[in-house]
């Protein structure tokens, strides 16, 4: 079993050459949103920007993209048309999605499910959009449940899960809440190995697997409770896996950087911590 520590680092963030390029460090597409969250794809795209990503793009019906444009300008936000992701979407998703691995000469990668909400109709199209995509994947949050009975989607692709202890349970039929930390390394372990991807299961101490190896993290603080803190975990996998390093490592590595950002600003803020906070702190966890 892997301890994670800082050494995870060390052979992602490298000198960078001084003849780099735009997108050489990943292009992140985050498909989520709705119209009554906006938040969540917002704070995984300025998570990712803070871990390195060279450039993010956000993929989320319109009142949301509008919100999130409005954050920050460093974020670029497609609008979507309707109140919630729907199967007539696909087409401009495919579209942006097939235009990122060209322009970022295959460094890019998709984070998907943030706020996209619980309709049928969402479901649906989350599920086609990843039965026909070849990009790494992190399948977060509202995602995880439209996936959770389809296992076909995505045997053999390079995706990575990041649930919580509910999540998971959608996920695998498998509880893990209440558990102790061996039963949840054997759980996750076998499900990841069962489903043949690659799982993060978040908590006091997070537990990842690709069916092989078991890697655990310790960084992290109680006051990282508060919302928005996986949001920004999911966008950190993406930087990493926009860099085409495996979801193994990747989810070792983010799992590291966020919990050591939560510990940085949770010093500051205690009770008061907000993910923004995180965020900013992420530089710091990584230097």
């Not at 936000?77 to 109140?83: F, R, S």
């Not at 460094?107 to 995509?133: F, M, P, W």
Request: aromatic letters at 6%; proline letters at 4%.
């Amino acid at each position: 079993m892997i301890e994670i520590s800082k050494d995870v680092l060390k052979n992602i963030y490298k000198t960078r050459p001084i003849g780099a390029r735009k997108y050489d460090f990943g292009l992140l597409l985050v498909i989520g949103g709705s119209d009554f969250y906006s938040g969540s794809p917002a704070l995984s795209a300025l998570a990712a920007f803070r871990a390195g990503a060279d450039m993010v793009r956000i993929l989320a019906p319109k009142r949301a993209a509008d919100i999130i444009a409005s954050f920050s300008p460093n974020l670029a936000a497609y609008p979507l048309e309707g109140k919630w992701l729907d199967e007539p979407d696909l087409a401009d998703l495919f579209s942006v999605t097939e235009s990122a691995k060209i322009v970022a000469r295959e460094n890019a990668a998709v984070v998907i499910g943030g706020g996209l909400g619980r309709s049928k109709e969402t479901q649906t199209a989350i599920v086609k959009y990843l039965s026909d995509i070849s990009l790494p994947v992190v399948v977060d949050a509202d995602a995880i449940r439209a996936v959770a009975h389809k296992p076909e989607v995505f045997a053999n692709k390079n995706f990575l899960f990041t649930p919580h202890g509910q999540e998971f349970f959608l996920l695998t039929g498998r509880e893990v809440i209440g558990k102790s930390d061996q039963e949840k390394i054997k759980a996750v372990q076998e499900e990841s190995a069962k489903l043949g991807t690659t799982i993060l299961l978040k908590g006091g101490i997070d537990i990842i697997s690709d069916g092989k190896e078991v890697a655990i993290n310790r960084t992290g603080t109680p006051f990282m409770t508060s919302g928005g803190c996986g949001d920004t975990l999911a966008g950190i996998c993406g930087a990493l896996m926009a860099r085409r390093i495996n979801p193994f490592i990747s989810a070792q590595a983010a799992a590291y950087i966020n919990g050591r950002a939560g510990q940085i600003a949770g010093k500051k803020k205690k009770e008061g911590l907000l993910a923004t906070d995180l965020i900013e702190a992420i530089p710091e966890a990584i230097h």
